[in-house]
């Protein structure tokens, strides 16, 4: 566990904390090490081949965007959708966001 600064009066609080105890303002939780525009950009241009997915650890499920070739297209665009506003998980369950 290490601390971070609360993102509302600057106290410090843990990483994990999902509020503030001092202000109680919503924290934003732990966000994954890869990258927003790399898997972004990895969506909009090779979407279909499923190579966002294998980039942030998602083999099982680009493996089947491979062989559907991204759900006919439609998978590729909601994960592109997902990405771009932010709710887009890693294998670890961590939110890719900017």
Known sequence: MSLV????????VADTAL?????????AGPKSEKGFVPTLLLCFFFGILGFHRFYVGKIGTGILMVITLGGFGIWSMIDFIRIAIGSFKDSEGLTVKN
Request: hydrophobic letters at 25%; charged letters at 10%; aromatic letters at 6%.
């Open 5 to 12: 600064f609360c993102s509302a009066c600057g106290e410090q």
């Open 19 to 27: 509020s503030c105890p001092k202000c109680g303002a919503v924290q």
